[in-house]
């Protein structure tokens, strides 16, 4: 049995960073594609962020060239490193596989983007 647990989220001014982990009990080694989502009030949560364990990466169009995606299959499972942050990335970000593993979900971290 696999648990997620998201940290490094927090408040911070447009145009800040933020690196988010995602720390992973149990075995890992099973899971081949891993992303990043998020869920802003009021809206359907998204995939924001994807890696394969080869290290292809894959991004939602609104943070292309903002946030990167890494993996480190030996210790925490995924990483977000996300720059240049805008209020409309305010949201609980989650990480999970794709297609996301409904047992998988943890309480996310909270990203607020704020002045």
């Known amino acids: 049995q696999v648990q997620l647990v998201e940290s490094g989220g927090g408040l911070v001014q447009p145009g800040g960073s933020l690196r988010l982990s995602c720390a992973a009990s149990?075995?890992?080694?099973?899971?081949?594609?891993m992303g990043w989502y998020r869920q802003a009030p009021g809206k359907q949560r998204e995939l924001v962020a994807g890696?394969?364990?080869?290290?292809?990466?894959n991004y939602l169009d609104s943070v292309k060239g903002r946030f990167t995606i890494s993996r480190d299959n030996a210790k925490n499972p995924v990483y977000l490193q996300m720059n240049s942050l805008k209020p409309e990335d305010t949201a609980v970000y989650y990480c999970?596989?794709?297609?996301?593993?409904?047992?998988?979900w943890g309480q996310g971290t909270q990203v607020t983007v704020s002045s």
């Open positions: 890696i394969t364990s080869g290290g292809s990466t």
């Open positions: 149990g075995s890992i080694f099973s899971i081949n594609v």
């Open positions: 999970n596989t794709i297609p996301p593993m409904r047992d998988y």
